[in-house]
Nanobody, 122 residues
C-alpha cells in the first residue's frame, strides 16, 4: 500500500512559479512510474507529465512542455513538479500518482494523492 500526499499549491500571479511536492510512503516507491495529472472545474482529468522509475525518461504534455519539470528522489521517497511561467489556464487541482505500469492512461496508476489546488491569476 502506497500513500501519496501532495503539497505546495497556492495562488500565484501569471508568469510566476510554484514547486509541488509529492511525499510517498512505502519501500516500493522507487519501482513505480510517477505521473502528475490535473483537473480544472468542468473539465476531464488530464495527464501533465510522467517520469519512469529511475528518472531516466520523462514525458510532458504539449501544453506544459518547456515550462514544467518533473523530478524524483527515490532515496527520500519524494516526487516534484517545478512549474514556471504559469498561465491562468494552468489553474486546476494537481494530483500525483504512481503505478507499476504508468504510461499516458490513468488506468496505469494504482495509487493517487488527494490533490493540491493551483490557482493562477491574470
Amino acid at each position: 500500500q502506497v500513500q501519496l500526499v501532495e503539497s505546495g499549491g497556492g495562488l500565484v500571479q501569471a508568469g510566476g512559479s510554484l514547486r509541488l511536492s509529492c511525499a510517498a510512503s512505502g519501500r516500493t516507491f522507487s519501482t513505480y512510474a510517477m505521473g502528475w495529472f490535473r483537473q480544472a472545474p468542468g473539465k476531464d482529468r488530464e495527464l501533465v507529465t510522467i517520469i519512469n522509475w529511475s528518472g531516466s525518461r520523462t514525458y510532458y504534455a504539449d501544453s506544459v512542455k518547456g515550462r514544467f519539470t518533473i523530478s524524483r528522489d527515490n532515496v527520500k521517497n519524494m516526487g516534484y513538479l517545478q512549474m514556471n511561467s504559469l498561465k491562468p489556464e494552468d489553474t486546476a487541482v494537481y494530483y500525483c500518482a504512481v503505478g507499476r505500469t504508468g504510461g499516458i492512461m490513468a488506468s496505469g496508476y494504482d495509487y493517487w494523492g488527494q490533490g493540491t489546488q493551483v490557482t493562477v491569476s491574470s
